[in-house]
């Protein structure tokens, strides 16, 4: 069965701080990692990574996979209140029709 | 361009009633997918549908639950005699297909009384 772990569960950090979250994954015929940002909504997309070792960049968040050790980082510098939210990671197997299989989450804070 | 709309937002059920959830997915996505969110836990894939097809049912419970994507109109999903168990957000994505970047709704919120 696929498996994403996530790590920390939780983090609190500060304004302006540099926060890096981790997803490791045991996938057969992995195809795609994909990150999403859950506040009380929709989760929202943020990154596809498909190929080891390219970084994803969009403003102050970007991410990079490491197919050979099997995870992914997600890191997002100069961290503001409003990006005070739940990240999860999701993998996605070739031949699996499509169904992606998620983390737990990482709940983070950003305090003022 | 709407995004996946999810209704309704909250949905509360006594236990024996039947549970309606509906989801339209955005304008050229013709695959949906349904996810269910436990309190603690990830989502958790149910069902990937395409027009009038259901492609993947493995993730869905074998009794009470079905789901549906008519020609014409949203993908329903049935739950019948709900019971506490039952109460979770639920979850809809959609996407084109072949790129297979899903987009998700804002959730249904399922109380069971």
């Known amino acids: 069965e696929d498996k994403v772990v996530q790590s920390p569960l939780s983090l609190v950090v500060h304004e302006g701080d540099t926060v890096t979250l981790n997803c490791s994954y045991e996938?057969?015929?992995?195809?795609?990692l994909l990150w999403y940002k859950q506040e009380k909504k929709a989760p929202t997309f943020l990154f596809m990574l498909?190929?080891?070792?390219i970084e994803k960049k969009s403003g102050r968040l970007s991410s990079i996979l490491d197919k050979k050790e099997l995870f992914s980082i997600l890191n997002i510098t100069a961290t503001q209140t409003g990006d005070s939210a739940i990240y999860l990671c999701?993998?996605?197997?070739?031949?699996?029709?499509?169904?992606?299989?998620f983390g737990k989450g990482t709940l983070l804070t950003v305090n003022p | 361009n709407a995004g996946v709309m999810q209704n309704p937002r909250h949905l509360v059920r006594r236990r024996g009633q039947e549970a309606r959830l509906r989801c339209s997915p955005m304008?050229?996505?013709?695959?949906v997918y349904w996810y269910r969110q436990l309190p603690e836990e990830g989502l958790k894939f149910m069902v990937y549908?395409?027009?009038?097809?259901?492609?993947?049912e493995s993730g869905m419970p074998k009794e009470r639950f079905s789901a549906e994507f008519p020609k014409e109109g949203p993908s329903i999903l049935r739950i019948q005699q709900v019971v506490r168990g039952d109460s979770a957000a639920y979850f809809c994505?959609?996407?084109?297909?072949?790129?297979?970047?899903?987009?998700f709704g804002a959730g249904t919120r399922l109380s069971v009384l």
């Open positions: 994505a959609s996407s084109q297909g072949l790129e297979n970047i899903q987009y």
């Open positions: 996938v057969t015929n992995f195809r795609s």
């Open positions: 498909t190929s080891s070792g």
């Open positions: 999701a993998v996605e197997a070739r031949g699996s029709n499509y169904k992606l299989t």
């Open positions: 304008k050229g996505h013709s695959h």
């Open positions: 549908l395409q027009k009038e097809n259901i492609i993947d």
